[in-house]
């Protein structure tokens, strides 16, 4: 198997960056139809999602050199960073 140049590994960077994108605006888009009791629930599943998963892929994006699935893994933790202070508690 051929290694990979810079430029293949960022434009596929890139690319799952750009499609975490758009599965984010479509989710805030049902969010911003959703009623409140909904809401909340969006609210504690995405708090989760964006701190467990978002640590883990970016822990496992340094471990296995893998940019995408650490650039998926920051992506998830930037989205949501204005609640790092309640992350682990």
């Not at 995408?68 to 930037?78: R, S, V």
Request: aromatic share 6%; net charge negative; proline share 2%.
């Amino acid at each position: 198997m051929a290694r990979k140049n810079i430029g293949q590994t960022l434009i596929e960077a890139a690319a799952c960056g750009l499609t975490a994108y758009l599965i984010g605006r479509a989710a805030t888009a049902l969010y911003q139809q959703s009623t409140p009791e909904e809401r909340r629930r969006w609210d504690s599943e995405r708090v989760m999602h964006h701190r467990e998963v978002g640590c883990l892929a970016a822990a496992l994006g340094l471990l296995t050199e893998s940019p995408n699935m650490l650039t998926a893994g920051l992506g998830l933790i930037a989205s949501d960073a204005q609640d790092v202070d309640q992350w682990f508690k």
